[in-house]
């Protein structure tokens, strides 16, 4: 990289970082300025916080998990919204309410979740009635994500609102740490430098030196961002971390690797935005058998919804939520994707639990057994190249800097 284009960057975006992304320094997690950047105006708001349990009831109840072992996510949310609110928040933002409810696990990315909540004293309520129809700000920090769920809840009862699933204490001190309108800055420039894009070509090298291609056509379509920015009156849920921009793809076609769960690689092809089947490279036959006896049993779980690219420079959290979002890495996701304004919708899936939104994301420490040579735009008579060996290329870059 060429010091011409990187000097116009901001500070923690400079060259050495770039190439260093470990060297990327954080301010201290701040509850207010997140809150208060995020949801500006927040005056006059009254908020709460969700999460989740197996059995929310016992739970939930005057914080009996806080006792138990493990529940990482949950006691992080007790600990640094739910505490920070009743600490002084409430009052440094104008808000009210910083009460805490638990609902029941969905056990899947973006499953719907069952209307039944409890509150802190054991009562149960419901998700309509008791709170998206009382509270202006919902806070979900949970084990699944639930963006897709909230997306449309906030468009019918007026709500403004944040998913956090999977925090851990690296998201906390970095990806939520950040300044969120510089990663909504930095966003749109990317987002600018990228929308219109009639197809993005993805090249996959796996260690024997086997190239897969991956061809998604985007038809000239507007390219959207997750900018982590909430703000006015307008119901909308940003989902944090935030900074990545993102398609839902018209049409797919090609090979692409997966690493599955067990550490089995497989090779999926994909055809007219289906993948179709999974062929075994290493690891067990098994998971590959499961893989495609779930296709042929519901084609849908294998459409894909949404193609992704990451903005911001982070810190490795082994949570997706937050590495997606990392600039020279990019994701797939198969399933619903009304969430993000495309046509798959729970109701097109054979049972209610197939209807999640997964991602399958591609980064060095989540795929180290294949790369990512080369990620292509075309644009009319415009070929730009994206990402190189999970680096953002010099286009990237250059978009960032103007």
């Not at 490795?316 to 890495?329: A, M, N, P, R």
Request: aromatic share 8%; with cysteine.
């Amino acid at each position: 990289m060429s010091n011409q284009s990187t000097s116009a960057l901001p500070g923690y975006l400079a060259e050495e970082i770039l190439l260093n992304p470990e060297k990327r320094e954080f301010p201290p997690f701040d509850l207010s300025r997140l809150l208060g950047t995020v949801f500006k105006p927040t005056q006059g708001c009254k908020v709460c916080i969700l999460t989740d349990f197996e059995d929310p009831k016992d739970l939930i109840k005057d914080f009996a998990f806080l006792g138990e072992e493990g529940f990482e996510v949950q006691k992080n949310a007790y600990k640094y919204f739910y505490e920070g609110l009743k600490e002084g928040v409430l009052d440094e933002l104008g808000i009210t309410g910083g009460e805490m409810f638990a609902y029941r696990y969905t056990y899947g990315s973006n499953l719907d979740m069952a209307d039944e909540v409890w509150d802190t004293d054991g009562n149960q309520l419901s998700l309509d009635k008791d709170i998206y129809s009382v509270y202006d700000i919902v806070l979900c920090i949970s084990t699944w994500s639930a963006t897709a769920p909230l997306t449309a809840k906030c468009k019918e009862f007026n709500f403004r609102g944040a998913t956090m699933h999977g925090m851990n204490d690296v998201i906390l001190s970095s990806g939520l740490a950040v300044d969120y309108e510089e990663v909504s800055a930095d966003a749109e420039k990317i987002r600018l430098a990228m929308t219109r894009a009639d197809s993005i070509e993805i090249d996959f090298e796996l260690e024997d030196g086997t190239i897969l291609t991956a061809d998604l056509e985007l038809g000239g379509q507007e390219a959207q961002k997750s900018h982590g920015l909430c703000q006015g009156t307008k119901p909308d849920i940003a989902n944090l971390p935030a900074g990545e921009i993102y398609y839902v793809p018209k049409n797919a076609n090609g090979k692409f690797p997966m690493k599955y769960e067990d550490g089995t690689l497989g090779v999926l092809d994909v055809v007219n935005r289906d993948v179709v089947k999974s062929t075994l490279i290493e690891g067990n036959q098994a998971t590959i058998d499961e893989h495609n006896a779930r296709l042929a049993d519901d084609p849908m779980t294998g459409t894909l919804g949404e193609l992704g690219f990451g903005t911001q420079v982070l810190p490795v959290s082994y949570q997706d939520i937050q590495d997606e979002k990392v600039l020279g890495t990019c994701h797939l996701a198969t399933g619903r994707d009304d969430h993000l304004g495309g046509d798959i919708v729970p109701d097109m899936f054979k049972k209610h639990e197939n209807s999640t939104h997964d991602d399958i994301l591609f980064a060095p420490h989540k795929t180290p057994n294949f790369n990512v040579k080369e990620v292509r735009m075309n644009r009319g008579d415009q070929k730009e190249v994206i990402i190189e060996n999970f680096r953002p290329s010099r286009f990237i870059i250059d978009a960032i800097a103007s």
